[in-house]
């Protein structure tokens, strides 16, 4: 005769029902996603947050190396164009910062406080996993003696068996149904939790936009400037050849 795993000890009696299980899966299968998903935003947020800040530090190292470059000492508009440009980097940066501050406290921490439920969803779980081997061990134990010749020290066992098994039986159903309960309901809640830090996240990212159209007016304006310059005619009688060395295009940097 063969050994089948798993099953020694096992009740002959069903304890649980195939549809009550499979529900207690369904419910449990999707607050795991859940789960994955949620850690998963968190991350991408914080790396989303890292980026912006990176790209802002960035721009204005950028207008901050130009303002420093030689051709500001030799142009006048060029001098107040770099200024402005790094006025509006500096801006945008600083408004950033503000941007990233707002999303950490609308949606990254409330993302992290969030995950931090699964942890004691899982426990519980383990609990009432726990508390269903008690029971069905329990069970095939009662099970065990009610098959035996019913003599008087086999029904003292047997009472003894039967009131070892009720408080765990108790317990495992008590466990069972607060988490067939409370599971739909916390998986449903997400979206009322999450609604408004997502609003408060288009919110900033549309202020930002607006901010940011600022420095591109700036750099619209830059542009049109050289061409304007590259597009003018040499004065009268004065050809390329005659041009200062101040006037020509292609100035050696000091």
Not at 40 to 54: G, I, P
Not at 102 to 126: C, E, H, R, W
Request: proline share 6%; charged share 30%; glycine share 2%.
């Amino acid at each position: 005769m063969s050994w089948i795993p798993f099953k020694i000890g096992q009740p002959k009696k069903q304890i649980v029902s195939k549809t009550v299980e499979r529900d207690f899966e369904r419910e449990y299968d999707k607050l795991q996603k859940l789960e994955d998903q949620t850690k998963k935003l968190h991350k991408d947020m914080k790396k989303s947050t890292e980026a912006d800040l990176a790209m802002s530090k960035a721009a204005v190292k950028i207008s901050a190396d130009l303002l420093s470059n030689p051709l500001c000492e030799q142009d006048q508009a060029f001098l107040e164009s770099m200024t402005a440009l790094d006025t509006a980097m500096r801006r945008m940066d600083a408004f950033n910062q503000e941007k990233v501050n707002q999303i950490q406290k609308t949606v990254i921490d409330p993302l992290k406080k969030y995950s931090g439920v699964f942890p004691s969803l899982n426990m519980a779980v383990k609990r009432r996993e726990q508390a269903l081997q008690d029971y069905k061990r329990l069970q095939s134990k009662v099970e065990k003696y009610e098959e035996k010749e019913k003599t008087g020290p086999v029904m003292v066992k047997l009472h003894q068996a039967r009131e070892e098994l009720r408080p765990v039986k108790e317990d495992f159903e008590a466990k069972n149904k607060q988490l067939l309960d409370e599971m739909p309901k916390f998986y449903h809640s997400r979206i009322d939790y999450f609604q408004p830090s997502f609003e408060a996240l288009i919110r900033a990212q549309a202020s930002l936009e607006h901010v940011i159209g600022r420095p591109s007016v700036v750099i619209v304006k830059l542009q049109q400037r050289v061409i304007l310059k590259k597009s003018r005619p040499p004065a009268a009688g004065i050809s390329l050849r005659q041009t200062p060395a101040s006037m020509a295009i292609h100035t050696p940097l000091r």
